[in-house]
């Protein structure tokens, strides 16, 4: 399929843990997003990557949460010392060009920190 | 900030009757405004989108109208079908850098 892909599709870990998600765009999006669902909620606006830089990460909720996308392509979102308040969907979606075109979303990644 | 509202959580219809679904935002600089449709444990789907100088934009069975006066804007299903049933998001952005969604709104359409 050529759909964004998020691995893994569940994760379940400690509390004070480490995690890290995965985000494989649709080939050939310059811009990738990442998003956090909570239950009742609309996603969250975490971070926006156009190619290998974060062009605006002002949703990143503190200093925990950091992503990386050093090739322009394949996205990684990282938690430190994951807390229960973590817990979410964490969606990630990709672009053509970040330039008022559809986000096209992965199925996303449950996060459970226990 | 919620600067993107969906006020009703749920909207309940009868198959082949119109679905409406509404939308308020408060950032005058958004300029670009979509719909996604969600179903359980997959994300969000586009469904429709319309630019801010345009008022309405028609896709098959759906239309979304746009109000910047009021920062108001619709989605209509008509008919609506029993497939349609999900969770609607209304989104909307300034230069899609930082796109901002509602909570949703529950759609159940009744056969």
């Known amino acids: 399929g050529a759909g964004v892909s998020q691995t893994p599709s569940n994760k379940v870990t400690e509390k004070g843990k480490y995690v890290e998600l995965r985000c494989d765009p649709i080939?050939?999006?310059?811009?990738l997003y990442w998003y956090r669902q909570s239950l009742g909620q609309g996603p969250e606006f975490l971070i926006y990557?156009?190619?290998?830089?974060?062009?605006?990460d002002s949703g990143l909720p503190n200093d925990r949460f950091f992503a990386v996308r050093p090739e322009g392509s394949v996205s990684t979102l990282k938690i430190q010392r994951t807390e229960r308040g973590d817990s979410a969907v964490y969606l990630c979606?990709?672009?053509?060009?970040?330039?008022?075109?559809?986000?096209?979303f992965g199925n996303g990644t449950r996060l459970t920190v226990t | 900030d919620q600067q993107v509202k969906q006020n009703s959580p749920s909207l309940s219809v009868q198959e082949g009757r119109i679905s409406i679904l509404n939308c308020d935002y408060t950032n005058s600089m958004f300029d670009y405004f979509l719909w996604y449709k969600k179903y359980p444990a997959e994300g969000p789907t586009f469904l429709i989108s319309?630019?801010?100088?345009?008022d309405k934009n028609e896709d098959g069975r759906f239309t979304v109208f746009l109000n910047k006066s009021a920062k108001h804007l619709s989605l209509h299903i008509v008919p609506s079908q029993p497939g349609d049933s999900a969770v609607y998001f209304c989104a909307a952005a300034y230069n899609n850098n930082d796109m901002r969604f509602g909570a949703g709104t529950r759609l159940t359409v009744k056969p």
């Open positions: 080939s050939g999006h310059t811009a």
């Open positions: 319309i630019s801010s100088i345009k």
């Open positions: 979606a990709s672009s053509r060009d970040g330039n008022n075109s559809p986000l096209h």
């Open positions: 990557f156009q190619g290998t830089g974060a062009a605006d």
